[in-house]
Nanobody
């Protein structure tokens, strides 16, 4: 079992930056693929970025070049650095882990809210 806890959300002006962190428990961390998802009010959840157990990354087109996902296996943590934020990035952001490198969904955090003001 893997438990995930997100932190780092908040209110930021457009053009600003935030760094989200996801702390994971459990001894299986190095074998788990991770992803950040987001869900805006009234919209479907979307996959923002993934990082595989080997460190390969993928991004949604909407965040490519602005967001960076990373992992620290020594600290059992996954991060999402978000730069050049836009109002349309406003959403609840969720950290998820799983066994699919492309769409990890077995384990979920409770989310952290990111609000970008214009």
């Amino acid at each position: 079992q893997v438990q995930l806890v997100e932190s780092g959300g908040g209110l930021v002006q457009a053009g600003g930056s935030l760094r989200l962190s996801c702390a994971a428990s459990g001894s299986m961390f190095i074998f788990i693929n991770f992803g950040w998802y987001r869900q805006a009010p009234g919209k479907q959840r979307e996959l923002v970025a993934t990082i595989s157990s080997a460190g390969s990354t993928n991004y949604a087109d909407s965040v490519k070049g602005r967001f960076t996902i990373s992992r620290d296996n020594a600290k059992n943590s996954v991060s999402l650095q978000m730069n050049s934020l836009k109002p349309e990035d406003t959403a609840e952001y969720y950290c998820a882990g799983g066994y699919s490198a492309g769409y990890p969904t077995e384990y979920w955090g409770k989310g952290t809210l990111v609000t970008v003001s214009s």
